[in-house]
């Protein structure tokens, strides 16, 4: 990805905290050494090497904006830790203690490239694309520390996984996560069309950067996964059987009137999936279609769902039910 060169600079002066003759700046003034500390603070490997600071910094900046980004139509991942360390409220000035006027400015520059800045609830500044609407909020690594309200809301998902039923689980958590995730045409067989699934409970699919499309489909299970013979759980030899069917079964995709076959199979557990059963579930297949399937049980769910700020409709009716039904203090 590539800025003008106008908004590089301008951006390398908000890092170096440069005013203009007359103008405060908004922005921690950063000497050569307080710049190597900022980068190092960013987990970035960049030393300020003596030259100018602007033009210095304007180059780390074009380095680190031709990386690589975790979400499609977003900057990338060391551009976006940049943009949470430059905007990090502990940073504020003293006639902008909130980073209100710091935010303004930083947006000014942004938007010349199709992006915006905002805080979000939890006072981490995120960056949005102001046309796909894409946000870095994904950009957050799993392993983070959550924080109090993130806690209570994976409790709350988690306590959920335990009694919803197999089509609840489609309905009310992964077809909203796939839909924040960027998947398109995610369509769900439901309760009507069991008999035609072939192994499928969602088939949906992917387009890429360089507009190729994949396909996946979604095998859905509300429990616990495992290899034993005799179990309350579900057991992987029924897994395998519908893996194959699943591969081996065309979609009917409408918007190109074509059939394709699915390129990944997608297994989903709302509890764990054990490691004896990923095991022989890779000594049954061959080489090809080992590396066709994907593994997603309770903790990849939790995760996801909380880094994307997914609403499952169900736990809001429940807040708000149990809202009302408070009794009224008069």
Request: proline share 3%; with cysteine.
């Amino acid at each position: 990805m590539k800025f003008k060169k106008r908004t590089i600079n301008e951006l390398a002066d908000m890092i170096c905290g440069n005013s203009e003759l007359g103008v405060p700046s908004y922005f921690k003034y950063r000497s050569s050494s307080y710049l190597t500390e900022f980068f190092q603070d960013c987990d970035l490997p960049y030393v300020h090497d003596g030259s100018t600071r602007r033009w210095w910094v304007a180059g780390v900046l074009e380095e680190i904006l031709a990386g690589p980004a975790s979400v499609q139509h977003l900057l990338p991942d060391g551009f976006v830790v940049v943009i949470r360390e430059l905007m990090n409220k502990r940073n504020g000035t003293e006639g902008d203690p909130e980073r209100t006027n710091a935010l303004a400015q930083l947006n000014a520059s942004l938007a010349t490239e199709g992006f915006t800045a905002f805080y979000d609830e939890d006072g981490i500044c995120q960056v949005q694309n102001l046309k796909t609407k894409a946000t870095s909020a994904s950009v957050a690594a799993p392993q983070r520390a959550w924080t109090k309200d993130e806690l209570k809301s994976r409790d709350s998902i988690s306590n959920y996984l335990d009694t919803a039923s197999e089509d609840a689980i489609i309905e009310q958590v992964l077809l909203p996560l796939f839909r924040q995730l960027g998947f398109q045409r995610i369509t769900s067989a439901g309760h009507k069309d069991k008999a035609l699934e072939y192994g499928k409970d969602i088939w949906m699919k992917f387009r890429l950067p360089t507009m190729h499309t994949l396909y996946f489909g979604v095998q859905v299970k509300r429990g616990k996964i495992d290899a034993a013979g005799q179990t309350k759980n579900s057991n992987v030899a029924e897994i395998l059987a519908q893996i194959r069917m699943m591969l081996g079964h065309m979609v009917f995709d409408p918007e190109i009137n074509k059939r394709a076959l699915v390129d990944h199979a997608i297994i989903v557990a709302g509890g764990e999936i054990t490691k004896q059963a990923r095991n022989w579930l890779g000594e049954q297949l061959d080489t090809s279609q080992r590396s066709q399937i994907l593994f997603m049980e309770r903790g990849d769910l939790l995760d996801l769902l909380t880094i994307h700020k997914v609403a499952i409709s169900a736990l809001q009716e429940s807040t708000s039910r149990a809202a009302f039904d408070e009794e009224i203090p008069f």
